[in-house]
């Protein structure tokens, strides 16, 4: 997967030219694997550079079963670089970034147990920008390595598929 990925990254370097014009901002829905929480609000806004931006996600899952009961929510913020893929509609961007998330959780009535870790985040993705609609939607992979987790065994993939309306 990560040899898929690199690969996947070093062809699309080879199609870029210039950025195309990123909005200054995007708001929606990033549907994630189950890796990470699964669904997050995302924001994005474009910094400094026409091709440079911020993106912050907030998401928040629980389930509550008979003898299992946790709840996650998730802070997480990636600085990313984009790049146009030739003279298209398509972008492929990257970048890293850090977050913070909290779990808890109930097992079998065992007593309530939580935490709280830090993580870093890279991210690799590409976005298709509807020429004349303010929307976008983008597929991206994001690794996460979990700070003093006892969850996740400290490692997360998580892959989405995101749908944002741009302002």
Known sequence: MKNV???AMVA????????????????????????????ELSYQ???GGD???LEADL???????????????????????????????????????AGVVHSSWDING????????????????VEYLFPKAPIQISLDYRPELYFGSDVNDGMGN????????RF
């Not at 699309?12 to 189950?34: H, K, P, W, Y």
């Open 59 to 97: 998401g928040y899952r629980s389930r509550d079963e008979q003898g299992y009961d946790y709840s996650i929510i998730k802070l997480t913020g990636t600085y990313q670089w984009v790049w146009q893929i030739s003279d298209s509609d398509f972008n492929w961007y990257a970048g890293a970034g």
């Open 158 to 165: 998580d892959i989405a598929l995101s749908a944002r309306y």
């Open 110 to 125: 065992g007593g309530d147990d939580s935490e709280t870790n830090l993580l870093a985040a890279g991210v690799v993705g």
């Open 5 to 7: 990925l690199i690969l």
């Open 45 to 47: 806004r474009k910094l």
């Open 51 to 53: 091709n440079n931006r």
């Open 12 to 39: 699309f370097g080879m199609t870029v030219t210039t950025a195309q014009e990123i909005s200054d901002n995007a708001l929606g829905l990033r549907l994630g694997s189950n890796d990470g929480v699964g669904y």
